[in-house]
Each structure stands twice: as structure tokens, then as C-alpha cells.
């Protein structure tokens, strides 16, 4: 089992810039891709961008490419998704995911999963 748990989420305005973070515990960690989702009211969940085990290969989706960046700190069994030029539509829950092996944009894919933290960007 992974246990996974989101932070950092909040009120921004369109624009600013927010860190969220998940910190992952349970197997080894280190094994494990790690997704971000989203989910907005009325919309399904949709992939964010995911990391490899290692770091070194990321996957975004064109909504957020240039805005948003992922990194991993495995020794503190953490990832960040740091959001830069925030846009309204981009206000959602926002989950953190595990899975083992290689990362993947597809939400079924992962077994493990955050309760989400709320971005909420104002305009």
C-alpha cells in the first residue's frame, strides 16, 4: 500500500503562483510514478502531468505546459507541481496519484490516490 497526501492548495489570484505538494509513505515509494489530476465542479477528472520514478521523464498536458512544473524529491518521498501563470480555468480539486512502473496520462492507471486539495484562482 501507498499512502498518499496533498498539500499546499488556496486562493490565488489569476496570475500568481502556487506549490502544491504530495508526500507519499508505504512501500517504496521509489518505484512508483507519480500523476497529478484535476477535477473541476461538473467536469470529469483529467490529467495534469505525471513523473517518472526517477525524475527524469515528465508528461504534461498542453494546458499546462509552460506553466506548470513537476519535480520529485525521493528522499523525502515527495513531489511538487509548481503552477505558475495561473488562469481561472484553471481552479479544480486537485489529486495526487501513485502507481508502480512507468508513468501514464490515464487516471484508471493509478491504484493509489490523495483526498485532493482545492486552487481555487480567482480573475
Known amino acids: 500500500q501507498v499512502q498518499v497526501v496533498e498539500s499546499g492548495g488556496g486562493l490565488v489570484q489569476a496570475g500568481g503562483s502556487l506549490r502544491l505538494s504530495c508526500a507519499a509513505s508505504?512501500?517504496?515509494?521509489?518505484?512508483?510514478?507519480m500523476g497529478w489530476f484535476r477535477q473541476a465542479p461538473g467536469k470529469e477528472r483529467e490529467f495534469v502531468v505525471a513523473?517518472?520514478?526517477?525524475?527524469?521523464?515528465?508528461n504534461y498536458a498542453d494546458s499546462v505546459k509552460g506553466r506548470f512544473t513537476i519535480s520529485r524529491d525521493n528522499a523525502k518521498n515527495t513531489v511538487y507541481l509548481q503552477m505558475s501563470s495561473l488562469k481561472p480555468e484553471d481552479t479544480a480539486v486537485y489529486y495526487c496519484?501513485?502507481?508502480?512502473?512507468?508513468?501514464?496520462?490515464?487516471?484508471?492507471?493509478?491504484?493509489?490516490w490523495g483526498q485532493g486539495t482545492q486552487v481555487t484562482v480567482s480573475s
Open positions: 513523473i517518472s520514478w526517477s525524475g527524469s521523464s515528465t
Open positions: 508505504g512501500r517504496t515509494v521509489v518505484d512508483y510514478a
Open positions: 496519484a501513485a502507481k508502480f512502473g512507468r508513468e501514464h496520462t490515464m487516471a484508471s492507471m493509478y491504484n493509489y
